[in-house]
């Protein structure tokens, strides 16, 4: 199963040891995110090393065993899908915009995300964690 992860996936990842973190490393999945995501982590590397007890540096060690489970692809990957994104999310929230741009650029089975914005658009599909370990459960 082909997988966009939303930024608050790997940060909740990257918090605590759970059962998110676990899907995130389950070779059943294949989990790709927008190199957006990344740059965004690591604004708030602070604020996650607070979060997660762990030093910055530790932080960032974790990120690099959880980013070999992830392939990052480069803005220009999503460029081509990022208007027809912005027409979809932009109005509901436009840090959303790269992960749907992703989610069109190529055959994928949607986006996994807590985040209740993604919720507002139906073009993509949209997964949530309860419901990726339900699938994994039959």
């Not at 069109?104 to 139906?122: A, C, I, M, R, Y």
Request: charged share 30%; glycine share 6%; net charge neutral.
């Amino acid at each position: 199963m082909k997988l966009i992860a939303d930024t608050n996936v790997l940060i909740s990842a990257l918090v605590k040891k759970s059962t998110v973190r676990g899907l995130l490393l389950n070779p059943l999945f294949e989990f790709y995110v927008p190199e957006h995501c990344i740059e965004e982590i690591e604004r708030h590397v602070g604020e996650i090393s607070e979060r997660s007890g762990l030093s910055v540096e530790n932080v960032f060690l974790l990120l690099g065993v959880l980013l070999a489970s992830v392939q990052v692809v480069p803005a220009e990957g999503v460029v081509k899908k990022y208007k027809e994104a912005e027409k979809i999310m932009g109005k509901i929230d436009r840090d959303d915009v790269p992960f749907i741009a992703l989610a069109l650029s190529f055959p994928n089975d949607g986006v996994w995300t807590e985040d209740k914005h993604f919720l507002k658009q139906s073009r993509v599909k949209v997964w949530r964690t309860r419901e990726l370990l339900k699938l994994l459960a039959e």
